[in-house]
């Protein structure tokens, strides 16, 4: 085994660059971090903002007698897109640009090898937008944010859908057997059997969303939320509801007048009563959320009646550390 050294990648959400590395042979550690800024050890929330002059990078080790310097270069430009001047996918921002981080001359001199061939392929109509620049200080993140895709993998595996990522790499490198590094975590969401689900869940919310049990109203957790942020599903992640389209429906229940995402609803007829209704449920999970009836506010006149149980709230100052920053715009105004 020769001396272990050490290779600094931008790729965008330093989630989504920790598993592809880590799947090399000879790769003893990746760890998500920020460089680039002046600011010594900075926070999530100070490079988050845009203001730091750091970047979301991961920093590799390896054996370079089992991977080349070479071989992590050819994964790094399958996780990307390289052409973005001002981001990646729907992660917008200075902290999110693309770039290769070089340690000694070698690196450089591979690494400007490399985009080279990449620009000389005509694979991209744009110029490859992906700086090459001398390694600076590295400030590993927070804690919660190692290991993501292994902590939470079914709001990872979203995270990656949701943001186009996983739609442009499948689309750009096709996503063939030669990829397996980019394809593993793109998997389609899969729910849990029911012995996972009672070990993730509550014994209420396991009676809620897979037994189609109905909360009494009043007394369940989010009816009378006031915060701003999202509601996602309890299994899976999926985001389903806003706190702005949330209103108070004299019912005892957390009432919606509108989807965030709805694509990740679906609607069935439920004729368990002698009324016919609407049973909503989650896309993803098959998570029965509750009842959709027309006496809303207008303009909709939807009222979709929701079990909190079936519920995961996420504060409008958390979505980022969640992996649901693409939805902050919904409380910037």
Same mark, same amino acid.
């Given at each position: 085994?020769?001396?272990?050294?050490?290779?600094?990648?931008?790729?965008?959400?330093?989630?989504?660059?920790?598993?592809?590395?880590?799947?090399?042979?000879?790769?003893?550690?990746?760890?998500?971090?920020?460089?680039?800024?002046?600011?010594?050890?900075?926070?999530?929330?100070?490079?988050? !903002?845009?203001?730091?002059?750091?970047?979301? #990078?991961?920093?590799?080790?390896?054996?370079?007698? /089992?991977? %080349?310097?070479? =071989? @992590?270069?050819?994964?790094?430009?399958?996780?990307?897109?390289?052409?973005?001047?001002?981001?990646?996918?729907?992660?917008?921002?200075?902290?999110?640009?693309?770039?290769?981080?070089?340690?000694?001359?070698?690196?450089?001199?591979?690494?400007?090898?490399?985009?080279?061939?990449?620009?000389?392929?005509?694979?991209?109509?744009?110029?490859?937008?992906?700086?090459?620049?001398?390694?600076?200080?590295?400030?590993?993140?927070?804690?919660?944010?190692?290991?993501?895709?292994?902590?939470?993998?079914?709001?990872?595996?979203?995270?990656?859908?949701?943001?186009?990522?996983?739609?442009?790499?499948?689309?750009?490198? !096709?996503?063939?057997?030669?990829?397996?590094? #980019?394809?593993?975590?793109?998997?389609?969401?899969? /729910?849990? %059997?029911?012995? =996972? @689900?009672?070990?993730?869940?509550?014994?209420?919310?396991?009676?809620?969303?897979?037994?189609?049990?109905?909360?009494?109203?009043?007394?369940?957790?989010?009816?009378?939320?006031?915060?701003?942020?999202?509601?996602?599903?309890?299994?899976?992640?999926?985001?389903?509801?806003?706190?702005?389209?949330?209103?108070?429906?004299?019912?005892?229940?957390?009432?919606?007048?509108?989807?965030?995402?709805?694509?990740?609803?679906?609607?069935?007829?439920?004729?368990?009563?002698?009324?016919?209704?609407?049973?909503?449920?989650?896309?993803?999970?098959?998570?029965?959320?509750?009842?959709?009836?027309?006496?809303?506010?207008?303009?909709?006149?939807?009222?979709?009646?929701?079990?909190?149980?079936?519920?995961?709230?996420?504060? /409008?100052?958390?979505?980022?550390?969640?992996?649901?920053?693409?939805?902050?715009?919904?409380?910037?105004?």
């Amino acid at each position: 085994m020769r001396k272990p050294e050490k290779a600094t990648f931008a790729g965008g959400c330093f989630w989504c660059m920790e598993s592809p590395f880590e799947k090399l042979p000879g790769v003893t550690e990746v760890v998500p971090g920020y460089t680039g800024g002046k600011k010594p050890n900075p926070t999530y929330q100070e490079v988050c !903002s845009g203001t730091s002059g750091h970047r979301e #990078v991961v920093q590799v080790t390896y054996d370079p007698s /089992k991977t %080349s310097y070479q =071989e @992590l270069l050819d994964v790094f430009w399958r996780q990307i897109e390289p052409t973005e001047p001002d981001g990646q996918v729907a992660d917008r921002g200075h902290q999110y640009r693309t770039a290769i981080y070089y340690g000694s001359e070698e690196q450089k001199r591979l690494a400007e090898s490399s985009k080279k061939a990449l620009e000389e392929s005509r694979r991209f109509k744009r110029p490859i937008a992906t700086e090459i620049l001398e390694a600076l200080e590295f400030y590993p993140a927070e804690d919660y944010h190692r290991s993501y895709h292994k902590k939470h993998p079914f709001k990872y595996r979203f995270y990656r859908s949701g943001s186009g990522r996983d739609q442009y790499l499948g689309k750009v490198w !096709s996503m063939g057997k030669e990829d397996e590094n #980019v394809n593993e975590d793109a998997t389609k969401f899969e /729910k849990p %059997s029911r012995s =996972e @689900l009672k070990r993730m869940l509550t014994p209420f919310q396991f009676k809620v969303t897979q037994e189609n049990v109905t909360e009494r109203p009043f007394e369940n957790e989010y009816w009378d939320n006031k915060r701003d942020g999202i509601y996602v599903d309890i299994v899976s992640g999926e985001p389903l509801f806003s706190s702005r389209d949330k209103f108070d429906s004299g019912t005892g229940w957390p009432s919606f007048s509108k989807a965030l995402e709805l694509d990740n609803i679906i609607e069935r007829d439920d004729r368990t009563l002698v009324t016919p209704r609407t049973e909503v449920r989650s896309t993803q999970a098959d998570s029965h959320l509750g009842h959709l009836f027309p006496d809303g506010p207008q303009p909709t006149r939807r009222r979709y009646c929701i079990n909190s149980a079936a519920l995961r709230f996420i504060p /409008k100052e958390e979505l980022d550390k969640e992996g649901y920053g693409r939805y902050r715009k919904i409380f910037e105004n």
